[in-house]
């Protein structure tokens, strides 16, 4: 049992805390945080490049237990260079792989941890980044076996991090306690991956589960500048890569100077309905006004959730160890579509995105040649796919061709996708804040339709091109230098982008800033971000097949303004920071 209905929820105890805390500044950290929220479980963690006794370690977990908390264990795959031994290039003290000392000293701790818990999940400090002499000397060994002649660093981590997570963890893990579930918590910069080593192709295969990272704080300021819609597409991802396996999402404290930032990580990683919401990290939590900021909106999402089946999208298809164009999936669903990820081809899908990292399956496009054949469905592509796929046959189904061209330009011209609209001249002619530069999609007339354009002084270039193929339809979509320029792109063109890829038959006219997330219950969130432009908005639903709308957490119910065909459209206030769930009555 859980003190939520939808969630666990959790909280992560760092190491130099598990070595030092007395009996009575845990017990004042515990009433501190039971003033504001429910624990269920906490992750406490013996070593972060120092060990705590495991006196200390007991002590804590007493306290934990007799508060009602379930404690599990944690490990974080820091350490300090060894007494008498030279600094290496490595970052944020990770380990050195190709060190006996370090190898040494995380086989002793696995062990040590293992013996005292029965669950125990790793940090994502997992990974290596050490170019040290005696790791070029490996990699350069590894690459000369195999034929790889470029000097590159992934094929040798993803094979050294697959050792390693068998002979130093796991192995010394279960040789101490064969019961310990040893999770591997995965970071939040997914397309990286495979050049630091972490390696879920084959992980998946050697742990008893994952935890996934959903910190996307401020954009702008940190390094890792991920939009926030990450915080619910990467839990999609890790959910369709080990259906039932994927432990909760883990966000953080750090780097948010908005509060609704931090509150988002939150909301989002709720979105995506997890097992567990792990708040990293508890000392961080302690006098800061995000608890019971946080703390307030938990019943809030319980009660949301109450009424979310699982999440449903555009699944976006994102091969294991593939890269390009990131996280630019996030910016679409930053601006309303509603995006789900996989690094499985979705086959039984009725759409699909596709984006650059797409190009990194050999056969892909054959597979969407058979897709569309054979199931018929809408495909959505971007640009830079197109021009990784450009040698590899994507000719055939479209006319489109990349020549390396660019165009600035803020007016567009959108067609309305009405009966007879292309035929009548029915377009709007909106403009945005400021120019976006998007590539030139040069396509042929009447055999590729732009259905969205980017008006530059006397011509017009695509940002949303249609084809047909087989049974089922193609749109590419120009994706700008700059994807937060998507941003600036009116809310008229983005309505008619959305409008080609409906989830459940519900698209939205709206700025941009605002994201849907759907469900397989006929429920959908409504939610738009606080950000620098936020204000009061109203937003069109547009629901094929609709009677009305119920709020079910409000207890109040829309009727449609008007109907257009099967299609009833509805008016919504969207206040920024304020999630929404409706239900479709059909």
Known sequence: MSNYRNFKLATYFVAHATCRVTRQELENQLAFMEKYMRLDKV????????????????MCREVFEAHGVEVAGGLTTVIPTP?????????????????????AKLKEVSAFIGARFNEFIIDDFFFTGCACPEC????????????????????????????????????????ANPDCRIIIKYPNWAESYQETGYNPAEQRKQFDGLYTGTETRDPVVTDQHLPRYLSFSLMTYFEAMWPGHNGGGWFDTFDTHITEMYLEQAYLTAFSKPKELMMFCFQSMQDNMYTPALGFQLDK?????????????????????????DNVQDFLGMVGLPIVCTPYFPEEADQL????????????????????MEKGGTAMVTTGFLEATMDRGVQRLTSIRLRGRKVSARRYRVEEERPGAARRGLCLYPSGDRPITIPVAEFRNNATWAVVKAVHGEESYGILLRDWYGQGTLWTLAVPDAFPDFYHIPAEALGRIRQAMPVNGVWMEAPAGVSLFAYDNDAFIVYPYVMSTSEFRVVRLHVKGAKALTLPVQGRRLEPVYCEGDEAVFEAAARSGEYILYRIER
């Open 83 to 103: 007494e008498g031994d030279a600094p290496k290039a490595r970052l944020f003290n990770t380990f050195c792989y190709n060190d006996p000392k370090m190898r």
């Open 301 to 325: 999402l319980d009660a949301v959730l109450d009424h979310a089946g699982s999440p449903v999208g555009i699944p976006c298809y994102l091969p294991d160890n593939s890269q390009g164009e």
């Open 43 to 58: 992750y406490l963690e013996p070593w972060r490049g120092e060990l705590a006794s495991a006196e200390q370690v007991e």
């Open 353 to 372: 995105l596709l984006t650059r990292a797409a190009a990194h399956d050999p056969e892909i496009v054959d597979k969407l040649d058979k897709w569309f």
């Open 136 to 175: 070029v000397k490996a990699k350069n060994a590894f690459n000369r076996e195999r034929g790889i002649t470029d000097g590159s660093w992934q094929a040798y981590r993803l094979d050294l991090l697959r050792r390693v997570s068998a002979e130093d963890v796991i192995g010394p893990a279960k040789a």
